[in-house]
């Protein structure tokens, strides 16, 4: 098959007035093919073809092979040789192996299925140059990071040094709460710190309008109003709905100065609500995924609808103990099932634990500023975790959910 594949593609993707496609494909002893059978054989991958868009070093591998061709110049007598061939190549027996280290959204865009996330990142601009470096090309912000400025930095000195072209790159920022109302503003902010012209994806950070804080008033807002106020707590913005911040998401995104736009922590009656008004239908959908918050049906309607994923908080609790959203008993790095699977394919537990959000088919986006943990958390293709560790892993699902406004909101903001 990826041999007639490329024959197609010979037959079918470089014919013009010099080409006649009758005589375009021929056996190597010169013999013309028949016409009816590439005719066939064209509709038949007409009808079963899919749009990839190439990046620098992609190959193809199909049904275990690899498979290429090339053109050579045109000779006078107005033909060309099209070279197709196949190298058979051997992947590990396992069906489940290496999940695409890219997953493609909506609008054909593809979005890397591993990112560095930049929530209290610290020394920012060195490690997302050292990030790129490293071969991440998924970059993950938010204005409330109160760091898009050094991620900026970060992402210009990696662009200047050739490491990589902006179009290789997948840069991801959020709209904080106090910008529900002035959607433009907060937008136009977050593009100026990260000195980019666009962004890749912009979320609506939480389903949470909050009143209007002003850039030169304080920025990042953060969730008090009024930190200064005899009771400091959060005030919220009534008079703005979840749709139109997102009519005001579609608008940028129509407008060119972003490629996608999704969400953030929401579950499935708001995403399916959202579906059903939206003009623009959400692209990601980013939520706290691991294995003691496996939010499996909501996995499994967003696939459904078409709407990628991408989990954060992909080590469990980790980012929360220093905060006291969780305990050290909670690690899921320490705990022996991930230890143990980690053991048995000689991979740390880390890395055990980001391979089970990419085999689950998701984007993950953990956060380091260690060098070798940077590049340990990126080498997740080369091996895939068995059925029956996909299953322990799963089976220690708790429902157990760090990011909570729910319940931090009324301990850290003094509001219900």
Same mark, same amino acid.
């Given at each position: ?7 197609? &593609? ?9 080409? %006649? ?6 056996? @190597? ?28 070093? %992609? ?30 190549? *051997? ?21 890397? &299925? ?14 997302? /140059? ?5 071969? /991440? ?20 000195? @990696? ?5 990589? *072209? ?26 100026? %710190? ?6 890749? #994806? ?16 304080? /920025? ?31 608008? #940028? ?5 972003? *490629? ?16 059903? /008004? ?53 690690? #899921? ?67 157990? *959910? ?15």
């Amino acid at each position: 098959d990826a041999l007639v594949n490329q024959i197609v &593609a010979a037959y079918t993707g470089w014919i013009d007035q010099r080409n %006649d496609p009758k005589k375009a494909v021929v056996f @190597a002893d010169g013999t013309t093919v028949p016409s009816d059978c590439l005719d066939d054989l064209t509709k038949w991958y007409d009808d079963h073809k899919f749009v990839h868009r190439w990046e620098p070093g %992609d190959f193809m591998i199909v049904d275990n092979t690899v498979s290429c061709h090339s053109r050579q110049p045109y000779t006078t007598d107005g033909r060309r040789k099209v070279v197709a061939c196949v190298a058979r190549g *051997r992947l590990p027996s396992s069906s489940d192996t290496k999940r695409a280290t890219r997953l493609t959204l909506p609008s054909g865009d593809p979005m890397p &299925a591993v990112g560095l996330g930049c929530w209290k990142l610290p020394n920012a601009a060195e490690v997302v /140059y050292e990030a790129i470096k490293a071969g /991440y090309r998924l970059i993950d912000c938010a204005a409330d990071y109160g760091n898009e400025r050094d991620v900026g930095r970060g992402i210009k000195r @990696a662009l200047d040094e050739g490491l990589c *072209r902006r179009d290789e790159l997948f840069v991801v920022s959020k709209l904080w709460n106090t910008f529900h109302s002035h959607v433009d503003e907060g937008f136009k902010k977050s593009l100026e %710190d990260l000195g980019l012209d666009y962004l890749d #994806l912009y979320l609506i950070h939480f389903p949470i309008a909050q009143r209007y804080v002003p850039i030169d008033v304080r /920025y990042p807002p953060e969730w008090i109003y009024d930190p200064n106020a005899a009771n400091p707590c959060m005030e919220f913005d009534d008079s703005v709905t979840y749709f139109d911040t997102w009519t005001c998401l579609e608008g #940028l995104q129509t407008r060119g100065s972003v *490629r996608n736009i999704g969400v953030c922590n929401i579950g499935t009656t708001m995403l399916r609500q959202l579906l059903a /008004y939206a003009r623009i239908k959400p692209a990601v959908l980013q939520i706290e995924l691991h294995p003691y918050n496996t939010q499996q049906k909501l996995l499994q309607f967003a696939r459904s609808a078409g709407v990628q994923v991408m989990a954060f908080s992909n080590l469990g609790s980790a980012s929360y103990v220093e905060l006291g959203m969780a305990t050290p008993a909670e690690s #899921l790095i320490d705990h022996a099932v991930i230890k143990t699977i980690a053991q048995t394919n000689d991979k740390t537990p880390a890395q055990v634990l980001l391979r089970w959000g990419v085999q689950r088919g998701t984007a993950v986006i953990p956060k380091t500023a260690n060098l070798t943990r940077l590049k340990e958390n990126i080498d997740l293709f080369d091996f895939s975790l068995s059925a029956a560790d996909m299953a322990a892993i799963d089976a220690l699902d708790a429902g157990r *959910r760090f990011n909570d406004p729910g319940v931090f909101c009324q301990l850290a903001f003094n509001t219900f």
